[in-house]
């Protein structure tokens, strides 16, 4: 099983990026699918989290009404919409799986990380 994150990059504040989340090895039906990050010398921290149907969604405080997660189920891939990026979204994020749905950590899969660069 594999996860490929993509999309980061160095943006000016306020701008906006879109990563990607490919999933590839094995079917992701019934999987629900998370972004996380971690910022230089932070802990990991749920992002956004999006179950199977695309019904439930979660947010972190920090990041509603910016950022937004969807997936399309028939490429296998999960997108985090990233607007009015602010300096203090700079992380290096993962894309994650897992059965079900959960606003936890304990994620199944992992992929490899995309950094993402804020600028003030």
């Known amino acids: 099983v594999q996860l490929q994150a993509s999309g980061g990059g160095l943006v000016q504040a306020g701008g906006s990026l879109r990563l990607s989340c490919a999933a590839s090895?094995?079917?992701?039906?019934?999987?629900?699918m998370g972004w996380f990050r971690q910022a230089p010398g932070k802990g990991r921290e749920l992002v956004s989290a999006?179950?199977?149907?695309?019904?439930?969604?979660y947010y972190t405080d920090s990041v509603k009404g910016r950022f937004t997660i969807s997936r399309d189920n028939a490429k296998n891939t999960v997108y985090l919409q990233m607007n009015t990026l602010k300096p203090e979204d700079t992380a290096v994020y993962y894309c994650?799986?897992?059965?079900?749905?959960?606003?936890?950590?304990?994620?199944?899969?992992w992929g490899q990380g995309t950094l993402v660069t804020v600028s003030s």
């Open positions: 999006i179950s199977w149907s695309s019904v439930r969604k």
């Open positions: 090895g094995r079917t992701f039906s019934g999987y629900g």
């Open positions: 994650a799986a897992r059965l079900g749905y959960g606003t936890g950590d304990a994620y199944d899969y």
